[in-house]
């Protein structure tokens, strides 16, 4: 009789990560370990097949798919390369949170002995390497996710006590980190517009997989050479940043949709799309959250007033602007009552586009008042709960039910366990759907 556990397995030989791997030829296993629906391990006979019909009718024999969750780790400067297994029988915990209000990190934790090799792989790697590269894949069902593509920034190391063995504690960031190291103060700009200043400062970053999608201003101001040269400020992550500010836009950096790449968006924060499959409470056998708790707070949204300057009198013209964005619907009928105006006086010098670029941001930042926070777990729910997209809620009631967009997700993964901790929002209360996909 086989034995059976539930688990998570870190994984080393997979085609992700191994030179040396290769995919099974028909009829053959994986060396990997393969796991039903519910995450229990059951290890397969050396001949255990199923059949599938072709089209012309004939019987095809093909492996069972593999499923569970599995853990790929690169490590390397630029090119990250596979760990030694060494490194990835140490590894205890991993944790990646992707925030759409701050940079995405991890947390790698190791067990370390007196006389562990990690002394030299990572102490030494750190410094001798200003900025080690890290990715991690999880593989749920056979669809590998890309959870990370980021850098180390720290290293810290704890020691045992009692026989116990010590710890060393990896922290990092994503790609962000990397954009934030040089001051490029004063590069010119001239005649170009910010869409086309963030394209060239994401250029200079194609080494480590950078692909721009960049949205082109809603309001465009164009600089004309003989009024004004747009200057670089500060680094080129707190620069695309402020562009982005300006216009009401986003940007970060997603992980994917392969290892080694990423997309680097700078655009509006899109609250439209494809939902993920619902998140269920309360609801028996299709209770598929362990916690999931909702919170209105309607004292904080704000109506922006910007100042448009004439430019004959020199004199001000207050113009309020409505949280009115085609890419960011309401999600809620019952919106919070708005309960402060707020000038604006800094886009009195400001030209009439970027002034209502700016009311727009400050706008769309203060209109989600319904939040929500809950954890789950990887293997019940079926698949990864993403960041920036949205999800579906049922089983919590007429006035939370619905549509949500997914603030944040802290994944957290052990041997044996894989679950997530999440933050939602949304404008208001009461669905404007009547059904969410399941």
Same mark, same amino acid.
Request: proline content about 9%.
């Given at each position: 009789?086989?034995?059976?556990?539930?688990?998570?397995?870190?994984?080393?030989?997979?085609?992700?990560?191994?030179?040396?791997?290769?995919?099974?030829?028909?009829?053959?296993?994986?060396?990997?370990?393969?796991?039903?629906?519910?995450?229990?391990?059951?290890?397969?006979?050396?001949?255990?097949?199923?059949?599938?019909?072709?089209?012309?009718?004939?019987?095809?024999?093909?492996?069972?798919?593999?499923?569970?969750?599995?853990?790929?780790?690169?490590?390397?400067?630029?090119?990250?390369?596979?760990?030694?297994?060494?490194?990835?029988?140490?590894?205890?915990?991993?944790?990646?949170?992707?925030?759409?209000?701050?940079?995405?990190?991890?947390?790698?934790?190791?067990?370390?002995?007196?006389?562990?090799?990690?002394?030299?792989?990572?102490?030494?790697?750190?410094?001798?390497?200003?900025?080690?590269?890290?990715?991690?894949?999880?593989?749920?069902?056979?669809?590998?996710?890309? @959870?990370?593509?980021?850098?180390?920034?720290? *290293?810290? &190391?704890?020691?045992? !006590?009692? $026989?116990?063995? +010590?710890?060393? =504690?990896?922290?990092?960031?994503?790609?962000?980190?990397?954009?934030?190291?040089?001051?490029?103060?004063?590069?010119?700009?001239?005649?170009?517009?910010?869409?086309?200043?963030?394209?060239?400062?994401?250029?200079?970053?194609?080494?480590?997989?950078?692909?721009?999608?960049?949205?082109?201003?809603?309001?465009?101001?164009?600089?004309?050479?003989?009024?004004?040269?747009?200057?670089?400020?500060?680094?080129?992550?707190?620069?695309?940043?402020?562009?982005?500010?300006?216009?009401?836009?986003?940007?970060?950096?997603?992980?994917?949709?392969?290892?080694?790449?990423?997309?680097?968006?700078?655009?509006?924060?899109?609250?439209?799309?494809?939902?993920?499959?619902? @998140?269920?409470?309360?609801?028996?056998?299709? *209770?598929? &959250?362990?916690?999931? !708790?909702? $919170?209105?707070? +309607?004292?904080? =949204?704000?109506?922006?007033?910007?100042?448009?300057?004439?430019?004959?009198?020199?004199?001000?013209?207050?113009?309020?602007?409505?949280?009115?964005?085609?890419?960011?619907?309401?999600?809620?009928?019952?919106?919070?009552?708005?309960?402060?105006?707020?000038?604006?006086?800094?886009?009195?010098?400001?030209?009439?586009?970027?002034?209502?670029?700016?009311?727009?941001?400050?706008?769309?930042?203060?209109?989600?008042?319904?939040?929500?926070?809950?954890?789950?777990?990887?293997?019940?729910?079926?698949?990864?709960?993403?960041?920036?997209?949205?999800?579906?809620?049922?089983?919590?009631?007429?006035?939370?039910?619905?549509?949500?967009?997914?603030?944040?997700?802290?994944?957290?993964?052990?041997?044996?366990?894989?679950?997530?901790?999440?933050?939602?929002?949304?404008?208001?209360?009461?669905?404007? =759907?009547?059904?969410?996909?399941?």
């Amino acid at each position: 009789m086989s034995s059976r556990r539930k688990g998570v397995d870190w994984k080393q030989d997979t085609v992700l990560c191994a030179e040396t791997a290769r995919a099974p030829e028909v009829g053959q296993f994986s060396p990997r370990r393969e796991y039903d629906a519910l995450g229990e391990v059951a290890l397969p006979k050396k001949d255990q097949r199923f059949s599938t019909h072709g089209q012309d009718g004939s019987t095809q024999e093909t492996p069972s798919m593999l499923k569970g969750i599995y853990l790929t780790l690169l490590v390397g400067p630029v090119v990250p390369v596979p760990v030694p297994q060494v490194v990835l029988d140490a590894l205890t915990s991993v944790t990646v949170t992707s925030d759409t209000g701050g940079p995405s990190g991890f947390q790698l934790t190791f067990t370390l002995s007196p006389r562990s090799p990690l002394h030299t792989l990572f102490l030494v790697a750190a410094g001798q390497t200003p900025l080690l590269r890290v990715i991690l894949v999880a593989t749920v069902n056979g669809s590998p996710h890309v @959870l990370m593509d980021g850098v180390m920034t720290r *290293t810290e &190391v704890g020691g045992g !006590s009692g $026989g116990s063995s +010590g710890t060393l =504690t990896v922290i990092g960031e994503d790609l962000t980190k990397v954009m934030d190291l040089i001051d490029f103060s004063g590069f010119p700009y001239p005649g170009m517009t910010a869409d086309l200043r963030v394209l060239t400062v994401i250029a200079k970053y194609a080494m480590f997989g950078l692909i721009p999608m960049v949205i082109p201003n809603l309001f465009v101001d164009v600089p004309i050479p003989t009024d004004r040269i747009p200057l670089h400020r500060g680094t080129d992550l707190r620069y695309v940043q402020h562009l982005a500010s300006e216009a009401g836009y986003v940007f970060y950096i997603e992980p994917g949709p392969v290892p080694g790449t990423n997309v680097a968006y700078w655009g509006p924060e899109i609250k439209v799309g494809v939902p993920q499959p619902a @998140l269920n409470i309360d609801m028996d056998a299709h *209770t598929n &959250v362990e916690s999931l !708790s909702f $919170g209105f707070n +309607g004292a904080d =949204t704000t109506l922006p007033i910007v100042l448009i300057q004439n430019q004959l009198t020199r004199i001000p013209i207050p113009l309020p602007v409505p949280n009115l964005n085609p890419l960011q619907p309401p999600l809620g009928v019952i919106p919070a009552p708005i309960t402060n105006v707020t000038v604006l006086r800094d886009t009195a010098k400001m030209s009439p586009m970027r002034a209502l670029g700016c009311g727009l941001a400050e706008a769309s930042r203060s209109a989600d008042a319904a939040t929500g926070e809950g954890t789950l777990d990887v293997v019940r729910y079926g698949r990864l709960l993403r960041s920036r997209g949205l999800v579906g809620v049922r089983g919590a009631g007429t006035a939370y039910d619905g549509l949500y967009f997914v603030k944040k997700v802290t994944s957290t993964i052990k041997r044996g366990e894989f679950k997530q901790s999440f933050s939602l929002t949304r404008n208001g209360l009461v669905s404007i =759907t009547p059904n969410v996909p399941v």
